[in-house]
């Protein structure tokens, strides 16, 4: 498991897609922190702290399903067309090959953030745990959510295409859905991570049980597929 957690971090890292994302995320880290240090004659201090932490997160929420998606829509779906999955299911378990696949990308996207937060902690010498762990939590839930679709569906391109889609569409509906009050769209907000980022501290475990569900039915998926 650990083999293919690491083959999978060192495989990311070593895509050109995946250099632009992280120059995108630091860039971008590094951009909102030095505009809301330049606004500190406008700002309380406490402002500041929390506008530069804060805009990594609304980053991800707003983009992270797209970059997420665009490196690991095929994360297995690709092995399993390529027959790869079939000689790894000779050396090791099914769920050590989802659950290595899961560590790595987890541990590349830990990288990534932890490398932002520490240039925007540099910028204005503040550096917010909870959101920090809020940055996390959302990004394992999207990740769980990218590997059940490889999972459920057969053809790389098809995941690459719906997760396009719902990387657009997927935060469009749950900010609509937590702001409505209409009864066809408002329980919309249950079903997503999103919901649960602006509620109480505690809430934050309904983000670690929503991604213990999507890797769990992407454990299930792939131990009934054929490889």
Known sequence: MWAISLKEFQSLFKSIKSIIVILIVCGASYGIAHIVSQLGGQLTSAQIQDGANGGILVMLLGFGPLFISSLSHNVINQEIKTRTARFLVTKTSRERIVLGKFLGICCFWLVCISISFLLIAFISHHFSFYIFLECLLFTVCI????????ALMPSPTHTMFLSIILSFVLP?????????????IAWFKYV????YLKLEKGYLTVLLIFAALCLCTALWS???REV
């Open 192 to 195: 997503t991570p999103y919901y």
């Open 222 to 224: 792939f131990k009934r």
């Open 172 to 184: 469009v509906l749950s900010v609509w859905s937590i702001f409505s009050s209409k009864a066809y």
């Open 143 to 150: 990740i769980s959510f990218v590997l059940m679709l490889s």
